[in-house]
């Protein structure tokens, strides 16, 4: 029998704050920002690359933050879980009113708004072309949706966590403050962790690191960045090996 050469298509999962939602609103949405990044998802798609989005919470509520006013952290947890559902519900309404394909999975199971995340179903919608948004973090209090995003990419089979920030990739010193910090093409796990380099809170960090999960930090504001990201251009730092 003949053997068949098969291309994986590339798939990457896509993480985006929930302040980078919010832009200069500072809390809840900018209809502008979320057009523009489900107009880069679409483009990603149309160049056959399959994308999955976490979007975190923080543009509405954080735990940790509802723990300082006094809440229990458990339901402030909750409460920003449910955060990142609402966002994911609001970025599959744009990528469909921009005529793309979208499902909003959710660790919760709110059967009359989402669909209960499972990785088999995700692997299948990301197959068929549709953008599989993983909401509801890990469904777990006291971690973090970088945390929910590394999971969410090792089960759903990703190539590459790319984890958008401010910054146009990981510097040996907060560039803001210090204008010797230089920027890193690439670095391996180990070296983020000798260097005591920031790239995600250290649970999503092991887990990338024990999984070989690949994270590229680039700048969502840099024009073009992300596609290219996506489309496995050089762009930011790459954390592998
Ligand atoms: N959260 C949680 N478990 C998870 C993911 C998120 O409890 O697996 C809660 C946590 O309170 C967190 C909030 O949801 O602060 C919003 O997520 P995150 O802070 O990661 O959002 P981002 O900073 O990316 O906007």
Same mark, same amino acid.
């Given at each position: %029998?003949?053997?068949?050469?098969?291309?994986?298509?590339?798939?990457i999962l896509?993480?985006?704050?929930?302040?980078?939602? #919010?832009g200069?609103?500072?809390?809840?949405?900018?209809?502008?920002?979320?057009?523009?990044?489900?107009?880069?998802?679409?483009?990603?798609?149309?160049?056959?690359?399959?994308?999955?989005?976490?979007?975190?919470?923080?543009?509405?509520?954080?735990g940790?933050?509802?723990?300082?006013?006094?809440?229990?952290?458990?339901?402030?947890d909750?409460?920003?879980?449910?955060?990142?559902?609402?966002?994911?519900?609001a970025?599959?309404?744009e990528?469909?009113?921009?005529?793309?394909?979208?499902? =909003?999975?959710?660790?919760?199971?709110?059967?009359?708004?989402?669909?209960q995340?499972?990785a088999?179903?995700g692997?299948?919608?990301?197959?068929?072309?549709?953008?599989?948004i993983?909401?509801?973090?890990?469904?777990?209090?006291?971690?973090?949706?970088?945390?929910? #995003? =590394?999971?969410r990419?090792?089960?759903?089979?990703?190539?590459e966590?790319?984890?958008?920030?401010k910054v146009?990739?990981?510097?040996?010193?907060?560039?803001?403050?210090d204008? &010797?910090a =230089?920027?890193?093409?690439?670095?391996?796990?180990?070296?983020?962790?000798?260097?005591?380099?920031?790239?995600?809170?250290?649970t999503?960090?092991?887990?990338? &690191?024990e999984?070989q %999960?690949p994270?590229?930090?680039?700048s969502m504001?840099k024009?073009?960045?992300?596609?290219?990201?996506?489309?496995?251009?050089s762009e930011?730092?790459?954390?592998?090996?």
């Amino acid at each position: %029998m003949a053997s068949q050469q098969s291309s994986k298509p590339r798939r990457i999962l896509l993480k985006i704050s929930g302040e980078a939602l #919010a832009g200069d609103l500072g809390f809840g949405i900018d209809p502008a920002i979320l057009s523009e990044i489900a107009s880069a998802v679409l483009e990603v798609r149309s160049r056959g690359v399959q994308a999955a989005l976490v979007i975190g919470g923080g543009n509405v509520f954080r735990g940790a933050e509802l723990q300082r006013a006094g809440f229990d952290r458990v339901t402030g947890d909750q409460m920003g879980m449910l955060a990142t559902i609402m966002n994911g519900l609001a970025m599959r309404e744009e990528l469909k009113r921009q005529g793309g394909s979208a499902v =909003v999975m959710s660790a919760y199971g709110i059967p009359s708004i989402t669909t209960q995340y499972s990785a088999s179903i995700g692997r299948e919608l990301l197959s068929s072309g549709a953008t599989v948004i993983c909401s509801g973090g890990t469904g777990s209090p006291f971690f973090t949706t970088d945390t929910g #995003a =590394v999971l969410r990419a090792i089960e759903l089979q990703c190539d590459e966590v790319l984890k958008a920030t401010k910054v146009d990739g990981v510097y040996s010193a907060d560039p803001v403050k210090d204008p &010797s910090a =230089v920027r890193f093409d690439k670095l391996t796990f180990s070296e983020v962790m000798q260097r005591q380099l920031k790239v995600m809170d250290l649970t999503a960090f092991a887990l990338a &690191s024990e999984h070989q %999960m690949p994270i590229r930090v680039f700048s969502m504001k840099k024009p073009g960045a992300f596609v290219r990201a996506a489309c496995g251009g050089s762009e930011g730092t790459l954390v592998s090996g």
